[in-house]
């Protein structure tokens, strides 16, 4: 028998002194405000954590290098603090890591900057724009773990939409595991597109021997180059065909013609700028034939054949009059409109909601919401009739309420008494400490409005309803479904689209999936069993996605592991549960159990080579698995990344785990 035992790593604290920057130990550099290096100015970071509280800016020829080092960007939230690298300025990183103390941060290449990776990790975005040059060998791209995307980002020029910029994107990457890739083309270009899927890419390259017509400014070359995830976004005045491709986001704008046919799509994301546009029945699943001709008012044109569409629809919408009809929204995303900017959804349900940089009124009647991401830099306006779907919440995924965001909320209110509306009633509104805030009336048919202003202070309150007039109340949150009914009345009905957002009741009720053991062969008691905890519970956005503890023990046949959350795990269908699991000698060998598959699958550079069903079961909160063996590599010891994730790729909580047996 192999003796089973957990090896826990040692924990840095760092002790932060405020002002500039200030030497900790040798091994350690604290670094407050931006770092700017211009002319021939030259950094070396070497053999030590550097941790810097603010943005890097690299310009001229200076050049910043990490050598076994890492460099730590200090941050609240989503990419308060990024790294840019212009001009011709250049960054190296031999041995080295680049990583954000909280969510991700980005590092950008953009006119002739440079940058040279050596076997290191950037565990954020690296994005290249026209005229900048990545040599990347032996690498990392992405994060390692945790709820976060990134990877690298290729456009043709730094916000080419606006700029027109045609200079050469240049990558040559090798050797490298990238988590998200993302080709973002712009110029006025045709191109085929074809085969690419996640996996490890032998050779992969896309440049003007891409084009069928006009300039494609991108000479990019991949060799052994394992690709988790393939985004592709499309703008400009160009003409593309994607054809036989399994692409997580695909993204078209402007007046871009693109015809996809035989592919699986995670989402289909519609970027539109200020106009006048009417969508309708933008649904999920099989798409046999969509011409989606937005064309005549200055939009994309879309046509899709045999495509199947993952998980639903994203809108971008940058100001206009929009009207989206009968739909299933994963997200909504009015970014950077104007106050009379306006949004009317009917019928629709809408996973998330990201009022980022938005001042218009978004209008929802009759629709379900499943969450409200905090808002960044927003004046948003919600109207309409709506509910929140009762597992979402405000979301502080992306970082907390900042830069003076606030949302209005408009609350219809009706009145009704034995069935009856009533007219011109008293309806208040009243603060958390009872004081009297507005007063209005009901119009003839029982009906009235109500309107709360919510900001960083106030977002979290509790207001109340009140008709004095029957002694009803209710209470009044950012988050209360409407209309409010006084006194209460019976919840809405379901609509057909909220199969998109979650799976039923009925369906979280039926029998729990299992592979069972051999016969002769059980389960552990796992009550026995001592639990290595997360670095902190409650860190998903959902029970059923939660990760509390890892529990490990063995015999001569199986490796068991049990996957302890805090409520019962999500359906398969909305949730995936994956262990990944490396042998200590190399880190191109992979072994991955996927719940929704229930099997262990062997890749070498994220290219499977050998599946096999492996016994698993689920029992109350616990996912449990017995891997035989035989199955795993010949080691000392075994690295464990375990990832709870929304379908298909949003990781909402992991945790990694050494062990050796």
């Known amino acids: 028998m192999r003796k089973l035992s957990v090896l826990l790593g040692v924990v840095a604290i760092a002790v932060w002194v405020t002002g500039a920057s200030a030497e900790t130990s040798p091994a350690e550099t604290h670094h407050s405000g931006n770092l700017e290096l211009t002319g021939t100015q030259t950094l070396i970071i070497e053999n030590k954590t550097y941790y810097q509280d603010g943005d890097i800016v690299l310009s001229d020829r200076a050049q910043l290098i990490l050598r076994n080092a890492t460099l730590v960007m200090v941050q609240a939230y989503h990419e308060e603090h990024n790294i840019r690298v212009d001009q011709s300025a250049r960054i190296e990183l031999t041995d080295a890591t680049i990583r954000s103390s909280v969510d991700l941060s980005t590092l950008t290449l953009s006119a002739k900057a440079t940058a040279k990776l050596t076997r290191a990790k950037v565990e954020g975005y690296l994005q290249l724009y026209g005229g900048g040059q990545l040599d990347c060998d032996s690498s990392a791209l992405g994060p390692s773990s945790g709820p976060y995307p990134g990877g690298l980002i290729v456009a043709d020029s730094y916000e080419a939409a606006e700029t027109g910029s045609v200079e ?116 999920p699943g099989l798409v046999e034939a969509l011409d989606l001709d937005l064309a005549r008012t200055g939009g994309p044109q879309v046509r899709l054949n045999n495509v199947t569409i993952g998980s639903g629809w994203h809108l971008r919408l940058r100001g206009g009059q929009v009207s989206v009809l009968d739909s299933a929204i994963t997200r909504l995303w009015p970014r950077v409109d104007t106050a009379s900017s306006s949004y009317i959804l009917r019928n629709c349900c809408v996973d998330e909601l990201l009022p980022w940089e938005t001042h218009g009124t978004v209008d929802l009647e009759n629709c379900v919401l499943g969450r409200i991401y905090t808002p960044d830099s927003a004046s948003l306006t919600l109207r309409g009739s709506f509910r929140i779907n009762e597992n979402r919440s405000l979301d502080a995924m992306w970082g907390p309420w900042r830069n003076g965001a606030t949302i209005t909320r408009y609350f219809p209110v009706r009145v009704v008494a034995d069935g009856k509306p009533v007219a011109n009633a008293t309806v208040e509104l009243r603060d958390k400490e009872n004081h009297l805030i507005q007063s209005v009336r009901t119009d003839a048919a029982g009906q009235t409005e ?69 016969l002769g062969e059980t389960w552990p008691t796992w009550s026995t069993v001592p639990a290595l905890q997360t670095d902190a519970a409650e860190q998903g956005l959902a029970a059923g996605r939660d990760i509390l503890a890892l529990k490990v023990t063995s015999d001569t046949q199986y490796l068991f592991l049990a996957l302890e959350l805090r409520d019962s795990p999500d359906p398969p269908g909305t949730s995936r549960y994956f262990f990944y699991i490396w042998g200590d000698e190399s880190r191109h060998t992979c072994y991955l159990f996927a719940l929704d598959s229930g099997t262990l699958a062997k890749s070498v550079d994220w290219q499977s080579v050998s599946e096999s069903p492996v016994p698993f079961r689920i029992t109350g909160n616990m996912v449990e698995i017995a891997l035989p063996l035989q199955l795993l590599p010949p080691t000392e010891g075994l690295l464990v990344t375990i990832e709870a994730r929304i379908w298909p790729d949003v990781v909402e909580d992991s945790m990694d785990v050494r062990l050796a047996w």
């Open 168 to 283: 050469t994107a240049r990558a040559r990457i090798s050797n490298t595991t990238i988590h998200e890739f993302s080709l973002a083309v712009y110029s006025p270009c045709s191109t085929a597109i074809s085969d690419i899927h996640p996996g490890n890419q032998p050779t992969w390259e896309f440049g003007q021997q891409s084009a069928t017509s006009g300039h494609v400014p991108f000479d990019l070359h991949f060799t052994n180059v394992g690709v988790e995830v393939w985004d592709v976004r499309l703008g400009g005045s160009g003409n593309h065909t994607l054809r036989g491709c399994t692409v997580f986001q695909l993204a078209v704008e402007d007046t871009v013609r693109i015809l996809c046919s035989e592919s699986n799509i995670g989402e289909a994301v519609l970027i539109l700028d200020a106009g006048t546009w009417a969508l309708s029945d933008l649904q």
């Open 450 to 518: 109500l309107h709360v202003t919510f900001d960083e202070t106030s977002n979290a309150d509790t207001w109340t309803v009140h008709v004095p007039a029957g002694a009803w109340s209710h209470p009044l949150t950012l988050l209360s479904d409407t209309p409010i009914s006084l006194p209460e009345s019976q919840q809405a009905v379901a609509l057909p689209c909220e199969q998109a957002l979650q799976v039923s009741e009925s369906s979280q009720t039926q029998q729990e999936p299992q592979v069972t053991l051999p």
